[in-house]
């Protein structure tokens, strides 16, 4: 995290990473893990990387993360940090997290730390069956930590659980 914040890493709450964005309260990183269920083969999508201490967090219970960031300087420092700290299984491209990572599509989970109105149809066509999706959904105003569960058949069943704010899921038009 940037050095100006550093003494406030251990605080229970969000904090500016810059370009308008912030990183999560360690209690909102723990609960949207959780959330996810995650198995140790799992291949996870995580969208919105940031600094890569979510990554950093998945890497350590999966077999593997792919990253998906928009903010090109935060991929830099994030490969940067997650190399000189041993992170092997985590992958971080530059691109519009809404539209997943194809190549390495489908996952098991994805895990979305920005929020949307709505789930990103690629998203949901980038999950497996038996899969699940957390994410924020919701506008400025009004969010909701939500789960999709994806069943055997491709369904989707939605689940609204607790109210956050979270910095909105930007798109490349």
Do not use: C
């Amino acid at each position: 995290m940037p050095v100006e914040v550093q003494p406030y890493a251990y605080l229970n709450r969000p904090l500016p990473i810059g370009f308008d964005k912030t990183i999560s309260q360690p209690f909102i990183n723990a609960v949207m893990t959780d959330l996810l269920g995650l198995e140790p083969d799992d291949v996870v999508l995580e969208v919105g990387t940031g600094l890569g201490y979510q990554a950093s967090i998945l890497a350590q219970l999966v077999s593997q993360v792919w990253s998906v960031e928009i903010v090109e300087e935060f991929v830099s420092q994030a490969e940067l940090r997650l190399h000189q700290l041993g992170y092997t299984r985590v992958g971080i491209r530059v691109g519009d997290g809404s539209r997943g990572w194809t190549e390495h599509a489908p996952f098991d989970k994805i895990l979305v730390t920005a929020a949307a109105e709505r789930p990103p149809t690629a998203l949901l066509d980038q999950l497996k069956p038996g899969g699940k999706i957390v994410m924020p959904i919701g506008g400025a105003e009004a969010q909701q930590l939500t789960t999709i569960d994806k069943d055997a058949d491709g369904h989707t069943r939605i689940r609204e659980l607790i109210p956050v704010r979270f910095t909105r899921l930007e798109t490349v038009m």
